[in-house]
């Protein structure tokens, strides 16, 4: 019998975009099991909603993202990793978060391998060094430089995120999917992958945009006085709260 999971990344503390893609997912009616693959907080403003959501299921799996990091270091004495404005920004979200969510990021790995339908799937943010920590993203990547940054690596589909935009690439042992960033988009776009793993091997990927209304979370951006609101706005958001503020 075929599998399906959903494969989603990136919320960045947007409630109102994961709920449009959850009751997507939940009104396909085949979805054997969802896997986020980090950064559930920061940049947006709803960590505790996006929190309390996600724990609210059983039906899915997460590694860990860069913004998630940072806020647990901060929770733990630790410098986060970040610098100006975007310091600023997470230790504001690492103060509005609720606390008893702490256990809950510290505990979530860098990465996921797993067997569906005998092929080998692999989870990360993004990609990893030796050591465990995310390496800088790449702009322009390619089939041949994912080969070789996995050519050790038995696995025959990697889902990545971090990288807000999508990607689909199909490598000569291997493919590489990303979904694009659920939460960060210059329209009020949502994005999500359906992967269909067949009984002979056969992989579809169904690429998937939920459009929903973000007027009060862009808004809200002003009403909470978020750190960085502006930078956030313009680079994750593409400024779309300019026309909402013009009209109201």
Not at 45 to 58: A, C, D, G
Not at 156 to 185: E, Q, S, T
Request: hydrophobic letters at 35%; one cysteine or more; aromatic letters at 10%.
């Amino acid at each position: 019998m075929s599998k399906s999971i959903a494969v989603l990344t990136d919320i960045h503390g947007n409630s109102t975009a994961l709920n449009a893609v959850l009751k997507d997912i939940d009104k396909q009616g085949n979805i054997d099991h969802i896997y986020c693959l980090g950064d559930l907080v920061a940049i947006g403003h709803e960590t505790n909603q996006v929190l309390e959501k996600l724990i609210s299921r059983n039906d899915i799996s997460y590694v860990r993202g860069n913004h998630d990091e940072y806020i647990v270091n901060i929770f733990n004495g630790v410098e986060p990793g970040s610098h100006g404005e975007e310091r600023e920004h997470h230790y504001w979200i690492a103060k509005h978060m609720d606390e008893q969510y702490l256990s809950f990021i510290e505990k979530i790995p860098k990465r996921i391998e797993t067997t569906i339908n005998g092929k080998k799937f692999l989870f990360v943010h993004y990609h990893l060094n030796d050591q465990y920590q995310f390496l800088s993203i790449d702009p322009e990547p390619s089939t041949t430089k994912l080969d070789s940054l996995y050519q050790d690596e038995d696995i025959d589909m990697v889902c990545f995120g971090h990288h807000h935009v999508l990607h689909h690439f199909r490598g000569k042992h291997r493919i590489y999917i990303n979904p694009g960033a659920l939460g960060c988009h210059s329209k009020p776009i949502a994005n999500y992958v359906i992967i269909n793993i067949e009984n002979n091997g056969c992989i579809n990927c169904l690429f998937k945009e939920i459009p929903y209304d973000n007027h009060e979370f862009l808004l809200n951006y002003y009403k909470y006085d978020v750190p960085a609101k502006e930078s956030l706005l313009s680079i994750f958001h593409g400024n779309q709260d300019k026309k909402l503020l013009k009209n109201s």
